[in-house]
T-cell receptor, first 114, second 113 residues
Framework: AQSVTQLGSHVSVSEGALVLLRCNYS??????LFWYVQYPNQGLQLLLK??????LVKGINGFEAEFKKSETSFHLTKPSAHMSDAAEYFC????????????FGTGTRLTVIP | ETGVTQSPTHLIKTRGQQVTLRCSSQSGHNTVSWYQQALGQGPQFIFQYYREEENGRGNFPPRFSGLQFPNYSSELNVNALELDDSALYLC????????????FGPGTRLLVL
């Protein structure tokens, strides 16, 4: 079975500070991992995707994530937070068989303090 | 390139009624997945359609059903609505194949009274 755990349902950072959103996964096979962002009253937008080609994945809006197999982690980071980064962030893993569906974590709401 | 679109944007129904939600996939995509996102939760997989056939289903009862049309657009039907069906329903389209990136629409917010 595959699952993801997002530590911290709410994270607050000051504008210009480092953003770190945590995601740990459990998987019996090498997973594909995703980070999506959801702005208020909108759908999900793909930030980045890990496909085993490189452990450090760069995404849109200055975000990146590093796949660490030894820690079963795929944390999302951004060096300097911007007010426009305030949103809900979801980590997701694709299932190993069957339909190409995603299993999502419970999300982390990021607040950026001016 | 047209993205994923969903209609309606909002809907209010009463318990016991039936509802149909619609999704148009992104150009070139042949796979549509539906997710339910309850308030404060992550999306949960309902089912997926690939070339008009159901290609997988999550832990949802049979009163949740769907269709995919030859142009790859899709419908989600929910019968005998319950209060707990109140949620944001998200549609995502992708190319066929495992682990293809899914692109999400803006969702339909359903309120069941």
């Amino acid at each position: 079975a595959q699952s993801v755990t997002q530590l911290g349902s709410h994270v607050s950072v000051s504008e210009g500070a480092l953003v770190l959103l945590r995601c740990n996964y459990s998987s019996s096979v090498p997973p594909y991992l995703f980070w999506y962002v959801q702005y208020p009253n909108q759908g999900l937008q793909l930030l980045l995707k890990y496909t085993s080609a490189a452990t450090l994945v760069k995404g849109i809006n200055g975000f990146e994530a590093e796949f660490k197999k030894s820690e079963t982690s795929f944390h999302l980071t951004k060096p300097s937070a911007h007010m426009s980064d305030a949103a809900e962030y979801f980590c997701a893993v694709s299932l190993e068989t069957g339909a190409n569906n995603l299993f999502f974590g419970t999300g982390t709401r990021l607040t950026v303090i001016p | 390139e047209t993205g994923v679109t969903q209609s309606p944007t909002h809907l209010i129904k009463t318990r016991g009624q039936q509802v149909t939600l619609r999704c148009s996939s992104q150009s070139g995509h042949n796979t549509v997945s539906w997710y339910q996102q309850a308030l404060g939760q992550g999306p949960q997989f309902i089912f997926q359609y690939y070339r008009e056939e159901e290609n997988g289903r999550g832990n949802f009862p049979p009163r949740f059903s769907g269709l995919q049309f030859p142009n790859y657009s899709s419908e989600l039907n929910v019968n005998a609505l319950e209060l707990d069906d109140s949620a944001l329903y998200l549609c995502a389209s992708s190319l066929g194949g495992l682990r293809e990136t899914q692109y999400f629409g803006p969702g339909t917010r359903l309120l069941v009274l």
